[in-house]
């Protein structure tokens, strides 16, 4: 089994700002293979990110992913208020199809 | 434009069993595989299993194997979710999401999500 270790588990920031969230996995895993949710209370998760660093449509572009091997990170580069949520990374190469823990990114 | 649209809040007592179920439209029902995840009060998002609506194939994480049956019903394009020996730590919101194909497996991320459900285990 994979096991994706986010960080830090909670951060604290301002709209406006930029942030970098973490995802370590436990063994190389192909950069095809990883995926980003958002998780706002009370809603569904929504897919920010796939394949590491692509964005579906309808995802602001603020939202960029990148990485390899087993360093992936997520970047929020301006952040608004509706960016305040629960973000999990995600692999998706092999079952079981691990999620990380999971960072809160709250309001400073 | 794809939906999934899952069944209402339930609340049982340990040891019951309870079905979830995730009406899709807006895409071939038979070409993508379900997914099923859980979160639990406190906890992150916990893969359960994933069905393949075209042969019912299923695959179960190990935490819930005797536990968890996924079906479908082609005829309502509907997934169900059965997970029974219910406990209080089974209290969660469960949802489905549509993943990967029969043709591309491995492009298995999931979107878009049903909206939850709420299941409560308690005595």
């Known amino acids: 089994e994979v096991v994706l270790t986010q960080s830090p588990g909670t951060l604290s920031s301002s709209p406006g700002e930029t942030v970098t969230l973490s995802c370590r996995a436990s063994?190389?895993?192909?950069?095809?293979?990883v995926a980003w949710y958002q998780h706002r209370p009370g809603q569904a998760p929504r897919l920010l990110i796939y394949r590491a660093s692509d964005r579906p449509s309808g995802i602001p572009d603020r939202f960029s992913g990148s990485g390899s091997g087993t360093d992936f990170t997520l970047t929020i580069s301006g952040l608004e208020p509706e960016d305040f949520a629960v973000y999990y990374c995600q692999q998706y190469r092999s079952s079981p199809y691990t999620f990380g823990q999971g960072t809160k990114l709250d309001i400073k | 434009q794809v939906q999934l649209v899952q069944s209402g809040a339930e609340v049982k007592r340990p040891g019951a069993s309870v079905e979830v179920s995730c009406q899709t439209s807006g895409y071939t029902f038979t070409t993508y595989f379900i997914h099923w995840v859980r979160k639990a009060p406190g906890q992150g998002l916990e893969w359960m299993g994933v069905?393949?609506?075209?042969?019912?194939?299923?695959n179960y994480a190990q935490n819930f194997q005797g536990r968890l049956t996924l079906t479908r019903d082609m005829s309502t394009r509907t997934l169900y979710m059965k997970l029974s020996s219910l406990r209080s730590d089974d209290t969660a919101i469960y949802f489905c999401a549509r993943g990967g194909t029969n043709s591309s497996p491995g492009l298995n991320w999931f979107d878009p999500w049903g909206q939850g459900t709420l299941v409560t285990v308690s005595s």
């Open positions: 069905i393949n609506p075209s042969g019912g194939g299923t």
């Open positions: 063994q190389s895993i192909s950069s095809a293979s």
